[in-house]
């Protein structure tokens, strides 16, 4: 296979050589990684980085302080966060009146955020655990920070169940723990199910991002350690900020010292924990859903629950992946090298397709309860959510169907998709779109339910509305100490899909895959 | 692996069997030599380097790279690991515990919703799976680190301060005066005939 480097590609379209000279137009390369030329293999990381300067940016961040945005950003997030705290303290004092539960309507924001903050974890899964399966090489610029935020919304997550008991003393119920009354919990109900699964979602992803950050927390170490030796050789005290470094990540990072012999069985334990995570994030949100689908509700007691929730769940990840990390291409020097134009458009196809998932699971949802018969069913559909006639909720209802399933129509459009404005926009649009999806599910289904008299519409307290920006608060002051502290892409990864990782001293004629750009 | 790499200060406790062997080379200022360092440029170098001096019939050796080389495994003569294979022993294990408990506890205290015998399997199904990948996921990462002799923050090659570049660019084999091949100079002429860009030796501190 003859390849081109996508510099001389470039260089050759602006020169009018090459293949554009030939009247053909080919699409626009963008920053390079764009390029849809079958003879070129789209770089990963651009600019050439060699393994130092692929060290040196991605330490840099984690090590030098960074711009005049973080600190006002951490004091709005820290300030939420301590409101929400705040609030769940009074929550806890008062008693689940505070926020604008009723008798009919006892699940409200409370589930809607729990099912919104988990639902967003799964984006980092997928990326780290069902793309490694598929070898899907462009993960390794977004696998790291997406596993972060993916532990940050499982902590929001489950925040919201513990709180929403009531009396929170009585918590460690939900576990099989022996008591004095040799009480065991009902392994029958989905909602210990879901104790166990998300307990153990959390659990697998917090091992698996750690399990990552060994060899990269080593690299920061060694380099605070140079530093530290450095100073002592010009008879300088060594700075607190690297003694700190080497300690603390010198503990962190198991003494890691980038054997072949550790490689191969990290490697090999990567791919397990990869493969257990793949059907276990696949099994939470299933679970998740089996707390409706299991009721007899209308509106909840649907079979199409589970695949829907987990497409959806795919699809607010994402989005939130995407709202996170197009800031930080614009904060960060030499973030775009590794955050291409090309990773952006990949996942604004993975959003396209899973809107369309979700937008076939809300008509088919829709069809199902006209085809069924079932007359209540259909009841919740026309009258407590879609028909502005009769719906009180039809704007919860529209304002979903139009962020999920219009907005990301946009990105059938390759100038729209590659535009990380747009992108961000309509991530935007989903993750507030997504919101609403759990809303609709939640509340609408139960505010109308089958006795007339108990018909109810619910209205949020400020407490409910200050417990949902404290749970925004407490992701984002953990996602702003992640990329203060942590390295946002996976160091040894990167390094490990650049040109120059490969042998080319033999003939390896069947490692085709390996021939990178520089070739 | 021995229990004294982490505990030095045991070995006078220990059988004569147990004990490390006494180390057979000094450096010039007096202390033990634990080994030979050769330091390399790029990947190619260092596979080559490396398959000599596994064709050489070393075994107690070692190939440092920043990332996991792609085909190390074959350069250096390694076996597949069996973590695998205890994961999954492991894993089913617990699935299989994660079961017994449920079944205990539901006889134990049975609860009547549903009309559902207590001891029917099919609700157990979802905590089975949890609790058998939850403790899969710990014996993979506990596993790859004890087979690996984690964690152990101390090495002699962490006094050796180039090799801190190992978690940067650069490229290292280190070859253990323990080795019974190792010689101080024919396994320097080696590593330096390989191509290493600097030979040293490494302290045993």
């Known amino acids: ?519 | 692996m021995a229990i004294t790499d982490y505990f030095p200060m045991l070995s006078g406790l220990l059988p004569k069997q147990l004990r490390p062997p006494a180390p057979r080379y000094a450096t010039p200022s007096g202390s033990p030599v634990a080994g030979l360092v050769a330091e390399f440029g790029d990947v190619s170098s260092v596979c080559r380097a490396g398959e000599s001096v596994r064709d050489a019939g070393y075994t107690k050796w070692d190939l440092h790279s920043p990332f996991p080389i792609h085909g190390a495994e074959q350069v250096m003569g390694m076996k597949r690991t069996k973590l695998p294979l205890a994961v999954g022993v492991i894993g089913l294990s617990a699935a299989g515990l994660g079961w017994l408990m449920q079944w205990w506890m539901s006889i134990n205290y049975p609860i009547v919703v549903q009309g559902k015998p207590p001891h029917a399997w099919q609700p157990f199904v979802p905590i089975i799976f949890e609790s058998g990948v939850l403790i899969s996921a710990f014996a993979a990462l506990i596993g790859m680190l004890s087979l690996n002799g984690l964690p152990r923050p101390h090495h002699p090659l962490f006094n050796h301060e180039p090799f801190l570049d190992a978690s940067n660019d650069r490229f290292f084999i280190y070859i253990e005066a323990l080795d019974p091949k190792f010689d101080p100079q024919k396994t320097r002429d080696l590593l330096t005939k390989g191509g290493a860009s600097r030979v040293d030796l490494v302290e045993d501190l």
């Open chain 1, 1 to 519: 296979m003859s390849s081109i480097h996508p510099d001389q590609y470039v260089s050759d379209r602006l020169a009018g050589r090459g293949a554009a000279a030939a009247g053909y137009a080919p699409p626009d390369p963008g920053d390079g990684s764009l390029i849809e030329d079958p003879a070129v293999r789209a770089p990963l990381v651009l600019n050439n980085r060699s393994f130092g300067e692929v060290t040196e940016i991605i330490c840099g961040y984690a090590e030098k302080a960074p711009g005049k945005w973080w600190m006002p950003l951490f004091a709005i997030a820290g300030l939420a966060a301590a409101t929400g705290t705040l609030m769940i303290a009074y929550l806890i004092i008062t008693g689940v009146g505070v926020w604008g539960l009723t008798n009919q309507v006892d699940w409200a924001w409370d589930i809607t955020n729990f099912v919104f903050w988990i639902g967003i974890g799964h984006a980092g899964t997928l990326i780290s655990a069902i793309l490694c399966l598929f070898k899907q090489k462009w993960r390794t610029a977004v696998n790291r920070s997406a596993e972060a935020m993916t532990i940050f919304a499982v902590i929001c997550a489950g925040m919201f169940p513990a709180i929403h008991v009531g009396r929170i003393w009585f918590i460690w119920m939900v576990f099989p723990l022996p008591n004095s009354n040799s009480i065991w919990p009902n392994f029958r109900s989905p909602l210990l199910w879901d104790v166990f699964a998300v307990s153990t979602y959390f659990t697998v992803s917090l091992l698996f991002w750690f399990m990552g950050l060994i060899p990269d927390m080593a690299s920061l170490r060694d380099r605070a350690h140079k530093r530290m030796l450095a100073s002592k050789r010009r008879a300088e005290k060594p700075r607190l900020g690297d003694v700190i470094r080497a300690y603390v990540f010198g503990m962190l990072s198991m003494g890691w010292r980038f054997s072949s012999r550790h490689w191969h069985r990290y490697e090999v334990a990567y791919l397990i924990l990869a493969g257990l995570s793949t059907p276990l994030v696949l099994s939470v949100h299933s679970i998740v859903s089996f707390d409706f689908a299991t009721s007899v509700l209308p509106g909840w007691h649907t079979t199409i629950f589970p695949p829907y929730f987990v497409a959806g769940a795919i699809f607010g990840g994402f989005a939130m992946v995407l709202l996170l990390l197009i800031p930080a291409r614009e904060v960060f020097p030499n973030f775009r090298d590794f955050l291409t134009l090309r990773h952006i458009e990949n996942m604004a196809k993975i959003l396209l397709v899973t809107g369309m998932m979700v937008g076939f699971a809300y008509s088919m949802e829709f069809f199902i309860a006209w085809y069924s018969g079932n007359e209540y069913e259909l009841s919740v559909f026309l009258n407590n959510r879609a028909n502005p006639a009769k719906a009180p909720y039809w704007w919860a209802y529209w304002t979903m169907i139009s962020c999920n399933v219009i907005s990301p129509q946009v990105f059938w459009f390759r100038k729209l998709r590659t535009n990380p404005l747009v992108v961000w926009i309509v991530a935007l649009a989903v993750t507030i779109g997504m919101w609403f999806e759990r809303f609709v599910i939640i509340v609408t289904s139960l505010h109308r339910a089958f006795l007339p008299a108990e018909w109810h519409m619910f209205h949020p307290t400020p407490v409910d509305v200050l417990t949902f920006v404290g749970s925004c608060g407490i992701f984002l002051t953990l996602f702003l100490l992640f990329v203060r502290f942590l390295p946002v892409f996976a160091m040894a990864e990167i390094k490990a899909v650049l040109p120059q990782a490969h042998r080319h001293d033999h003939d390896d004629d069947h490692h085709d895959d390996h021939h990178g750009e520089a070739h």
